[in-house]
């Protein structure tokens, strides 16, 4: 960033646009993003400088934050649904404790539903994280029907009027269709199990995938109708660039940012503060 800074030092007319250009594809937003910011933000002749024309216009990118978002249920005595989905390790099982804390630490019950029954590690992993967040928690057999692990998980949700079900999935690659197949079936089930429901489905980002990220998200968005991103692992070599080529691609919009392994490294993101952040 301090190189782009550089590249816009002085007015939109005096900027070097050809590095500014060079600089925002190899901070991640994507090539022909890159293109379309900078040709607009050259057009922006009010602005008193090229730095401030290329901070509007990545502003503009990113939907706007979201005060105080929570998962919603969408009828009254039912617990609201968060699927979490994603490839294999992005941080996603890491993630669900993390959201578990914040909900809990709000004062709201959660139970977490150990989804991803393919991967025998991923049902002893959540399960420290529940003990850690002080969740509850629904679980089957390794190699058990995800779909069932969701219904039971909902059952039981219901009885113990828990506020939270917060979903863990197979993170298998997202090119395996029998992966997008049973995340589809998982929807259906959580549909068929709470009508008129308004389940989350938050998909993690490792943003140190760059534009690959990306792929992976469009695919997950036409099976499972994505409705938030969580970008992980935003403390290590990250650009963060992704954010926008995203955001820009899929209107879905950015939740949370994670920061660290600790419970409390996960903050909510603010926009504006992401792009200020960027030039800071």
Do not use: C
């Amino acid at each position: 960033m301090s190189r782009l800074r550089g590249a816009l030092r002085g007015g939109p007319s005096d900027a070097d646009w050809d590095s500014v250009e060079e600089l925002l594809i190899a901070g991640d937003v994507g090539g022909a993003l890159a293109m379309e910011i900078v040709e607009r933000a050259r057009a922006r002749r009010e602005m008193p400088s090229a730095e401030a024309a290329v901070r509007a216009e990545l502003a503009a990118l990113l939907l706007p934050g979201e005060h105080g978002w929570r998962p919603r249920s969408g009828q009254a005595g039912v617990p609201a649904v968060v699927l979490m989905v994603g490839v294999n390790g992005t941080g996603k099982t890491t993630t669900i404790g993390k959201l578990a804390q914040v909900y809990r630490a709000e004062g709201s019950s959660v139970l977490l539903a150990a989804a991803d029954t393919f991967r025998a590690a991923a049902i002893d992993q959540l399960r420290i994280w529940a003990d850690r967040s002080k969740s509850q928690f629904v679980a089957h057999a390794p190699g058990a029907d995800p779909a069932a692990v969701i219904y039971d998980a909902i059952d039981a949700a219901v009885a113990r009027h828990v506020d939270v079900v917060i979903a863990d999935t197979a993170g298998r690659l997202h090119t395996r269709s029998n992966l997008m197949e049973e995340l589809a079936k998982m929807r259906r089930v959580i549909d068929k199990r709470l009508p008129g429901s308004k389940p989350e489905v938050l998909f993690v980002l490792d943003a140190t995938t760059g534009q690959n990220g990306l792929s992976q998200a469009k695919v997950f968005h036409e099976t499972v109708g994505l409705t938030g991103i969580v970008l992980t692992k935003l403390d290590s070599t990250a650009k963060g660039g992704i954010v926008f080529a995203i955001e820009d691609t899929l209107h879905v919009p950015v939740r949370f940012i994670g920061v660290g392994e600790k419970l409390g490294d996960l903050l909510p993101f603010d926009p504006e503060a992401f792009v200020s952040a960027l030039f800071a």
